[in-house]
C-alpha cells in the first residue's frame, strides 16, 4: 500500500507542476516560424503541459485502483530494504534524495544560466554535469568521462542545428555572440 501512495503523490506533484508549467507558457512570445496561427512557440510547450497533466491523472488513478485491490491481499510480513545512504555536508541523506536534489539544483542552474551562457554551452554544461551525477560509479572512469563531454556537446550542436535550421526557432546565443 506503501509503495501506490508514493505514486499517487508523484502523480499529485506532476498535476500540479503541470499545471504551473501551462500557465508560465503563457508568457511565451508569440512567433509562428509558418506564417500561420495554428503552429508557434507556444503550441508545444502547452502541448506537453497538456500531455503532463493527462499522464498524471493516469498514474494517480491506476495507483489508486492497485491499492485498493492490494489491501486485500497484504503479505503478513514484509521485509524492509536497506536504504542506500550518502552524506552530503556532512549529513546523512538516502542517495535517491540527494540525487534529486542534485538534479533539481542543476535544473535551476541551468534555467538561471540559459540566457546569459546560451543554448548551446548551457545545454552542453547540463547534459555533462547531469550525466556524471546519474552515471554509476564504476562508469566514472577516464575514458567514459571524455564520452559524456564527447556525447553532450554532439547532442547540443544536433539539437542546436534542428532547432535554428529545420525549425527556424531562435536561441539565445549568450556568450557565444
Not at 500561420?36 to 488513478?61: C, E, R, T, Y
Not at 489508486?64 to 541523506?93: D, F, I, N, R
Not at 538534479?103 to 547534459?127: K, Q
Request: charged share 15%; proline share 3%; glycine share 6%.
Amino acid at each position: 500500500m506503501k509503495k501506490f501512495t508514493k505514486e499517487m503523490k508523484v502523480g499529485v506533484f506532476f498535476l500540479c507542476f503541470a499545471v504551473f508549467y501551462i500557465i508560465s507558457s503563457r508568457n511565451i512570445n508569440t512567433f509562428s516560424p509558418f506564417g500561420h496561427k495554428a503552429l508557434d512557440s507556444k503550441s508545444l510547450p502547452q502541448l506537453l503541459g497538456w500531455l503532463m497533466i493527462v499522464l498524471s491523472i493516469v498514474l494517480i488513478v491506476t495507483s489508486y485502483v492497485k491499492s485498493k485491490k492490494t489491501v486485500a491481499v497484504v503479505p503478513e510480513k514484509q521485509e524492509k530494504k536497506a536504504v542506500e545512504m550518502v552524506t552530503v555536508l556532512g549529513k546523512q541523506l538516502p542517495k535517491v534524495s540527494a540525487y534529486l536534489v542534485a538534479c533539481c539544483g542543476l535544473i535551476a542552474l541551468y534555467t538561471l544560466f540559459f540566457r546569459s551562457l546560451g543554448f548551446v554551452v548551457s545545454t552542453t554544461l547540463f547534459l555533462f554535469l547531469l550525466t556524471l551525477l546519474l552515471a554509476p560509479k564504476d562508469k566514472r572512469t577516464g575514458k567514459m568521462i571524455v564520452f559524456y563531454a564527447v556525447f553532450s556537446v554532439v547532442f547540443t550542436v544536433i539539437l542546436y542545428l534542428l532547432f535554428t535550421r529545420a525549425i527556424a526557432m531562435m536561441l539565445p546565443h549568450g556568450i557565444l555572440g
